[in-house]
């Protein structure tokens, strides 16, 4: 019996030898949220250049990604280095026709607008990025509608973000057309929420396009049509801060959260740009996942790296809350690394550890303010807790041996029925 007491009470000190370390740092989410995110994102960059999207296992540039990067890196203030290297490629001839088409017969509205805003962030010059007049091409494809349309033989893929970023573009650039603001203001839903695709019954409201129209219409002084859309994003937004988005894409996530969040802070609507701030951050990789930490998950299923670039550059936007009206390149040149604290192990040779089964879980959504830790994804799907070292202080070390000598006296005197 005195074996079986003395067994358990050994049990009893590795449990909060294992609590403890549980305590460390590597559990820690990262102190600046944004500039880590981004840190993560620019090591992503192929050649610290650009982003790239794999289809069937082949890896395509993607200039819509980079150009989100850019502003990202722009909203935390880090990597201006990436991201003048970034603009640079997405500045070159070749770049620009597969992305802008060639300006007659092909010719994109969203793609000349999402350019232009990343010309004038990054102090460049819309009419002239890469030998291209953006906001002559831009003004081009607006139709007597006011609305701004692809020229293109593949069809007419314009919807709501393009015609909020068209707004928001020219009205950095001096004033949007009026026709233009008219058209979004008339493309609004019943309920106040704007709709991706335009002129469709019934109008659908897309907290992703809600989110553009919004800030489009703040900057155009659309004051009271920018508080409907605000209020509908407040209205459909989720118990823990998350908002979901349409179509293939009905969970919460961050791309939409994002979205929201940077246009319920440009709008004022502080408690709720802080609960959508306090989504994102749960979705953030933490620091028990070193190679990733930083980066945003798309939704609480758990990091994966087919989403996670998208979903991390309207992260970080979402969580700065800096509007694309007001946003600029400024801050450090570098690409920070992760700033998660660093833990050593300390071993004693008057200590035997028994192995602790490892423990797994399904990776969850947390509605704290703080993301949990990422752990690093098993084969099977679920996620493996990091095992970290455990390295008390004097007094932690000494209230451990004074718990486990309690613990051991306790059991000693308890009645042998106790044991049955």
């Known amino acids: 019996m005195l074996n079986r007491k003395i067994a358990t009470s050994t049990a009893a000190v590795a449990l909060l030898l294992t609590w403890s370390a549980g305590l460390t740092p590597a559990h820690a989410a990262p102190s600046s949220p ?8 620019a090591r992503q960059l192929v050649d610290g250049e650009r982003l790239e999207t794999v289809v069937d296992q082949v890896p395509y540039p993607d200039q819509g990604a980079t150009a989100d990067a850019v502003l990202a890196f722009a909203a ?5 280095d990436n991201a003048t290297k970034a ?3 997405l500045a070159r001839p070749q770049t620009l026709a597969a992305y802008l088409g060639d300006g007659t017969t092909e010719s994109y509205a969203g793609a000349h607008a999402k350019l232009a805003l990343v010309a004038q962030v990054q102090g460049r010059d819309p009419r002239s990025f890469g030998g291209v007049d953006l906001i002559s091409r831009l003004t081009a494809l607006q139709a007597p509608s006011g609305r701004f349309s692809d020229k293109s033989a593949y069809g007419d893929y314009s919807n709501g973000i393009t015609q909020s970023l068209a707004v928001i573009a020219l009205e950095r650039h001096g004033t949007a057309p009026e026709a233009a603001v008219d058209y979004l203001v008339d493309a609004a839903c019943q309920d106040g929420g704007f709709p991706l695709y ?5 109008c659908a409201s897309d907290a992703d396009t809600t989110g553009y129209a919004a800030q489009a219409l703040l900057a155009s002084g659309r004051q009271a049509e ?4 605000l209020e509908w ?15 293939p894409t009905p ?3 961050a791309n939409s959260t994002g979205l929201a969040a940077q246009a319920l802070r440009v709008g004022g609507r502080t408690a709720a740009a802080d609960k959508a701030v306090a989504f994102l951050k749960s979705l953030q990789v933490g620091c028990g996942d070193a190679a990733r930490a930083g980066a945003i998950a798309y939704d609480a299923t758990g990091f994966d790296q087919g989403n996670a670039t998208r979903a991390t550059t309207q992260g970080i936007t979402g969580i700065v809350g800096v509007g694309l009206l007001e946003l600029s390149a400024h801050g450090e040149a570098t690409a920070p690394a992760s700033d998660c604290p660093i833990t050593t192990t300390t071993t004693t040779t008057t200590t035997t550890t028994t192995a602790v089964p490892a423990t797994t879980t399904t990776a969850g959504t947390s509605t704290s303010s703080e993301p949990a830790a990422a752990a690093p994804v098993t084969s099977n799907g679920t996620r493996q807790l990091a095992r970290t070292g455990f390295e008390p202080g004097p007094a ?4 451990v041996l004074l718990i486990a000598t309690g613990v051991l006296a306790l059991l000693l005197a308890r009645p042998r029925r106790a044991e049955r």
């Open 251 to 253: 969970q919460e996530n």
């Open 198 to 202: 335009l002129e469709q019954t019934p």
């Open 76 to 80: 935390a203030g880090v990597a201006q």
């Open 87 to 89: 603009t640079d490629w």
């Open 396 to 399: 932690l070390a000494l209230g």
């Open 233 to 247: 994003l407040e209205g459909v937004q989720g118990p823990g801060g998350g908002f979901r988005g349409s179509g």
């Open 226 to 229: 920018a508080a409907r859309a």
């Open 34 to 41: 944004a500039p880590t995110a981004a840190g993560w994102l």
